[in-house]
């Protein structure tokens, strides 16, 4: 079983701090994506990562891959009350048959 | 709202009984996936749907099947029920099957909530 996972656990912070999420893997992923949900709602794609060492942002998120591909960041620089939710990343693996490995999940409060 | 629908919203049912999910995907999608989501497990991948076959399958009880019809819509059968099926199960869908170095994006329905008494 492949497993993907994400730390913290739980994030509280305060409106315009920065900070970091973790996505790590054993194993080298094809593709990574990230993903905020928030209470009672599906998952929402924020960004897809192929290249290993790609970096992508996404107004005040900035999305890392790491070098080998087993790892990934998501950086968010002044946090809002808006970005409260559950952020997910999810990797497919080589020879998987295309499944989606979803981590384990960060929760994040911005408190305003 | 990503176009992706599900019903119900909501379902309580007891142990030992049989239930049905409907999805239907956003116009044009091919691919259909579920997903269940649980506080003790996480999101996790059922199986996936293109264009009315078995794409790919993930950690699907034998007790759970579902299927993709002519008209895209998909429906994920739950029996012989136990407590530890309660869960938000998902449904996903997007125009392409999502393979590794694809980078289509699933949009994802609000879900049902399940509650197994």
Redo the contacts between chains.
């Keep these: 079983t492949q497993l993907l996972e994400q730390s913290p656990q739980f994030l509280s912070i305060q409106e315009g701090e920065n900070l970091t999420v973790y996505c790590n893997s054993s194993s080298v992923?094809?593709?990574l994506?990230w993903y905020r949900q928030e209470p009672?709602?599906?998952?929402?794609?924020l960004v897809?990562v192929?290249t290993g060492g790609e970096v992508k942002k996404l107004k005040r998120l900035t999305f890392q891959f790491g070098d080998a591909r087993k790892d990934s960041s998501l950086h968010i620089t002044a946090a809002q009350p808006g970005d409260t939710g559950l952020y997910?990343c999810?990797g497919?693996?080589?020879n998987t048959?295309?499944?989606?490995?979803?981590?384990?999940?960060t929760s994040l409060t911005v408190i305003p | 709202d990503s176009g992706v629908t599900q019903t119900p919203k909501h379902l309580i049912t007891a142990t030992g009984q049989r239930v049905t999910l409907r999805c239907s995907p956003r116009s044009g999608d091919l691919s259909v996936y579920w997903y269940q989501q649980s506080l003790d497990q996480g999101l996790q991948f059922l199986i996936q749907y293109y264009n009315g076959e078995e794409r790919a399958k993930g950690n699907i009880l034998e007790r759970f099947s579902a299927q993709q019809f002519p008209d895209l819509h998909s429906e994920l059968n739950l029996s012989s029920l136990e407590l530890g099926d309660s869960a938000l199960y998902f449904c996903a869908s997007s125009a392409r099957p999502i393979t590794g170095l694809s980078t289509d994006t699933q949009y994802f329905g609000p879900g049902t909530r399940l509650t197994v008494l």
């Design positions: 992923f094809s593709s994506q009672g709602e599906g998952p929402v794609l897809t192929v997910l999810a497919v693996y080589p048959g295309n499944q989606f490995y979803f981590g384990t999940g």
